[in-house]
């Protein structure tokens, strides 16, 4: 066919195996560096440790040790059983809750005018101080904690989504438009695949944030989960088992991080799989 | 002069044929600029007309109110004979900046109009196939808009508009952020697809080049308000080899009058 004609000049400008050689190289250096680094941070710690530093502060092979104590014993993972919960409910919660409002605060100029404000006021405000409050309406128990999760996790996700939808590629919008695109449509096929490198950003500080909630609200509120063992370790002078929790905690919601990543580039940024 | 000639040539072929789109006493302001001011033209069925103007006459915007994107301050748009108030299946734009979607592959981007159209996954990556093979772009199916240089997204943008199977194609400078190899390519690539398919053109571009290179009517817009100072139907024969045209002297005459033409807007 005539018109089937690829040209020369377009065809070379794509060097996709150089392209795709470099990507592996670069990929496959960020792995080691980041275990190198981990190793120095381990080394770090460890010799602190033996100085030490101070008395509170335990070696980084006896932390491990105590790692697998608070495991083998159970108490550790009944900790996790108890802070799990309100967490990922928390989380869940203010994923859905944040992404949604962000959206429509993004879309419409009442959602905006009425719900942006509050936002922007609860994300300035130091918002832990807020969470001793909340047992004097929900008691001590399960919904505390989830509370405390949203409060803290809530803002940063529905700005962030706000934002956006906000700035989302008007080219793209027209596109749609020219091409009969329902609003559903624009909103679905659009709008949040285009928001959601900055939306997913929001999730991750989100998620972050409700870790934060989750052991500010049962080391200041309700003496349960893992904030409980840190402060249960504490008081017996156990610094090896309270910076293995705190260091499982921490560990856990890098983790949490990771797989969000991993989720955003497998669903919605399939194109960044490579980059 | 030739140019009368040419005119006098023009409203004989224009009775001849149909018109499928027309714009009638069109202005349109933005606030207190003036973008558009009383246009009316007839484009024929089957034809490619050029919108040609120095940049910021007001091709773009006469455009997009033929596309039903924006709406006019005053006057009307017919296609078919039906009044345009918003798009419509039976037009198609291809957009200056590609407006590809970054996520999604050629194929869908391709397949996207259907797409929005609830057109079933196979038979809507079938028709997208044909037509990015129609464009050059087989074997490219699965890259991502980033992998392509520009010549080849905006043929992805044209696969796009041709999949919806509309019968007017608008086409918003298409070439202006391609390169100037493959976008002589491409025009080529152009006039031969027009050949195949019976469809009708609407395409706008600041290049005189361009539009006596690939039109069968040049419609020449004045600056500030957007006027149409002249209608042009350059009479060359492309059957042959899409090359020779350049050499073609009828081309070079009419470049050289419109160019004549166009100087009084130019500092
Ligand atoms: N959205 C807009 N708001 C205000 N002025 C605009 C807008 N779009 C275009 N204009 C003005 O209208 C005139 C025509 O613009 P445009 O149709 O884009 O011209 P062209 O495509 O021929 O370069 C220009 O003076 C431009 O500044
Ligand atoms: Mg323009």
Redesign the interface.
């Known amino acids: 066919m005539a018109t089937n004609v690829r040209t020369e000049s377009e065809a070379t400008n794509l060097t996709l195996p150089a392209t795709s050689e470099e990507a592996i190289g670069l990929r496959d250096r960020p792995i080691i560096l980041r275990l190198v680094s981990i190793a120095l941070f381990a080394g770090i710690w460890e010799i602190a440790g033996r100085i030490p530093v101070s008395f509170a502060f335990p070696t980084f092979s006896d932390t491990i040790a105590a790692f697998f104590g608070l495991i083998a014993d159970g108490s550790m993972p009944a900790a996790y059983l108890s802070t799990l919960q309100p967490l990922v409910l928390g989380v869940l919660l203010s994923t859905f809750l944040g992404v949604g409002i962000g959206i429509v605060c993004g879309l419409s100029r009442a959602g905006e005018w009425l719900l942006i404000p509050v936002f922007i006021v609860l994300q300035a405000a130091p918002v832990a101080a807020f969470i001793p409050l909340v047992t004097f309406v929900y008691g001590i128990g399960m919904t505390a904690k989830t509370i405390a999760v949203m409060i803290l996790a809530l803002p940063v996700i529905v700005l962030n989504t706000y934002k956006a939808v906000r700035n989302v590629n008007e080219s793209l919008l027209v596109m749609c438009r020219s091409f009969l695109g329902t609003r559903w449509q624009t909103i679905t096929r659009i709008i949040l695949p285009d928001a959601s490198p900055v939306i997913f950003a929001g999730l991750r500080l989100g998620v972050a944030a409700g870790f934060v909630g989750v052991v500010l609200a049962e080391l200041l509120i309700t003496p349960t989960g893992i904030g409980d063992l840190i402060t249960f370790h504490r008081s017996r002078a156990d610094y090896a088992e309270m910076y293995a929790t705190i260091a499982s905690i921490i560990a856990l919601s890098t983790l949490t991080l990771v797989f969000l990543q991993w989720i955003e580039v497998r669903v919605f940024r399939p194109e960044k799989r490579g980059a | 002069m030739a140019v009368t000639a040419l005119r006098e040539k023009q409203s004989a072929v224009h009775t001849s044929v149909e018109a499928i789109v027309e714009v009638k006493g069109i202005c349109k302001s933005y606030g207190n600029v003036e973008a558009l001011r009383d246009i009316d033209l007839d484009f024929p069925r089957g034809k490619l007309t050029s919108l040609l103007g120095p940049s910021g006459c007001g091709k773009t915007t006469l455009l997009k109110i033929i596309?039903?994107?924006i709406g006019a301050s005053a006057g009307s748009v017919t296609v078919d004979g039906k009044h345009v108030s918003g798009?419509?299946?039976e037009?198609?734009?291809v957009?200056q900046?590609f407006?590809l979607?970054?996520?999604a592959t050629v194929l869908r981007n391709v397949a996207?109009?259907l797409?929005?159209?609830g057109t079933g996954k196979t038979e809507r990556e079938e028709t997208a196939r044909r037509y990015i093979?129609?464009?050059?772009?087989?074997?490219f199916e699965d890259?991502?808009?980033?992998?392509?240089?520009g010549?080849?997204r905006q043929r992805v943008g044209l696969a796009?508009a041709l999949s919806?199977d509309a019968e007017v194609l608008l086409l918003d400078e298409p070439f202006s952020a391609v390169d100037e190899?493959?976008r002589r390519?491409f025009q080529e690539?152009l006039i031969?697809?027009r050949s195949?398919q019976n469809k009708t053109f609407i395409f706008v571009t600041h290049s005189i080049e361009e539009a006596v290179y690939i039109s069968d009517r040049i419609v020449l817009l004045s600056p500030r308000p957007g006027r149409v100072s002249q209608v042009i139907e350059p009479d060359i024969n492309r059957s042959g080899d899409p090359d020779r045209i350049h050499r073609d002297q009828h081309y070079l005459d009419t470049v050289e009058e419109i160019w004549q033409g166009l100087k009084q807007y130019v500092e």
């Open positions: 596309a039903g994107l798009p419509g299946p037009r198609a734009f957009f900046d407006a979607m970054p996520w996207f109009g797409e929005l159209r093979a129609q464009v050059g772009l087989s074997g890259k991502y808009p980033h992998e392509l240089s010549g080849m796009r919806v190899q493959n390519k690539d031969r697809l195949k």
